[in-house]
T-cell receptor, first 118, second 111 residues
Framework: GAVVSQHPSRVICKSGTSVKIECRSL??????MFWYRQFPKQSLMLMAT?????????EQGVEKDKFLINHASLTLSTLTVTSAHPEDSSFYIC??????????????FGPGTRLTVL | GQQLNQSPQSMFIQEGEDVSMNCTSS?????WLWYKQDPGEGPVLLIA?????ELTSNGRLTAQFGITRKDSFLNISASIPSDVGIYFC???????????FGTGTRLKVLA
């Protein structure tokens, strides 16, 4: 399958700081990437769709000023959690569809980033 | 957000047994994907289905795209301890760019 990487895999930060998470498609280009959040023992909840060359599309209830998304190139999307608070602690996972960016294509997930805010 | 119903929520089975799980939706989908997630890792794609009635295998795994296009099934034959994990279905319909994920089936295999 296709390879998607995420960095960092784990991050612990103090409340009030900002944290940047990178998502890269290593062997294919992706004009669209997706960011998910997963709480323990729960399913994946889509937060936003990252679009190369345009603004991200956020799901209802997700604060765009809190979770900044930048799709810098065809292989890189970043999620910045601004002014993080303990309730932002979660497992953040990105995915990228292979095959031209259309959502109907197979989605490949990154390994996830565990964020802990103290 | 919207989620698909997966059944069962969790199951304990003996090593060597076959496993079946399903995913149902209130709306029609054009694509079904099945993933496995191990603790602390991202989901890994197991099988992709693109046509109603399609039956696709990947080793001991077999998945089917329901004829009504509102459900999908995943079967695991002769389970082994490394099959432990959470299995998610994901569906994609027309008119949207998003995949909708199932609630997950947690599988535990007893050696």
């Amino acid at each position: 399958g296709a390879v998607v990487s995420q960095h960092p895999s784990r991050v612990i930060c103090k409340s009030g700081t900002s944290v940047k998470i990178e998502c890269r498609s290593l062997d294919f280009q992706a004009t669209t990437m997706f960011w998910y959040r997963q709480f323990p023992k729960q399913s994946l909840m889509l937060m936003a769709t990252s679009n190369e060359g345009s603004k991200a599309t956020y799901e209802q209830g997700v604060e765009k000023d809190k979770f900044l998304i930048n799709h810098a190139s065809l292989t890189l999307s970043t999620l910045t959690v601004t002014s993080a608070h303990p309730e932002d602690s979660s497992f953040y996972i990105c995915s990228a569809p292979r095959g031209g960016g259309g959502a109907a294509n197979e989605q490949f997930f990154g390994p996830g980033t565990r964020l802990t805010v103290l | 957000g919207q989620q698909l119903n997966q059944s069962p929520q969790s199951m304990f089975i003996q090593e060597g047994e076959d496993v079946s799980m399903n995913c149902t939706s209130s709306s029609i989908f054009n694509t079904w994907l099945w993933y496995k997630q191990d603790p602390g890792e991202g989901p890994v794609l197991l099988i992709a289905l693109y046509k109603a009635g399609e039956l696709t295998s990947n080793g001991r795994l077999t998945a089917q795209f329901g004829i009504t296009r509102k459900d999908s099934f995943l079967n695991i034959s002769a389970s082994i301890p490394s099959d432990v994990g959470i299995y998610f279905c994901a569906g994609h319909g027309s008119g949207t760019y998003k995949y909708i994920f199932g609630t997950g089936t947690r599988l535990k295999v007893l050696a």
